[in-house]
């Protein structure tokens, strides 16, 4: 077995214990954050079962999906989403976790070619409100909900967010159970809507606790980028 096997393997079965513990068994799934890897690092963790890999950038993403396109993966969009990328996002992709302003729906539904199901699109809120971040604020998630459940060529199935880095654990805490509360409330007028990613390689354990039931895991996966 492969260093990435192993490191995959133990990831695994850290999500597993950690949504058992939360009383969701099996609740939680790993979203393997591939930005800066090479092709052959996400075909080995192909190997071991991982199917579901997330790129920050577009063009980054098509190369490698060139690459490894006798494999059926599900590609997520996870970085902030230019204007100008939108045809290439909702064509290539599966899912985009980043939308985060009401301008981006119609181009995106446009773009979703009739062959394929609906784009799967997460809500990215900026939940600490944080000036360098991509993501609505947290009173905007409802309308920009709407405009995306209005469009049949898009799925509305949720929220995501980058908490700030706090060191003190108290406050990540915080954020994560404001993107539940955020969830919640978005479920009661969608619920369709059953994704919450959420947490990252040091703190996905936490955010599997209040209610993540994905999570974006690059470096403890793979080593710091270099």
Known sequence: MTHGQTAHASILRRIDEAATAAGRPGGARLLAVTKGQPAAAIRVLAGAGQRAFGENYVQEALAKQAVLADLDLEWHLIGALQSNKCREAAERFDWLQTLDRARLV???AHYRPPGRPPLNVLIQVDIDAEASKSGCRPDEVGAL????AAQPRLRLRGLMAIPAPWPDAGRRHAAFARMRTLF?????DHPGADTLSLGMSGDFEQAIGEGATLVRIGTALFGARR
């Open 106 to 108: 119609e181009p995106l």
């Open 145 to 148: 909900a709407q405009a995306v």
């Open 184 to 188: 919640v409330q978005l479920r009661q």
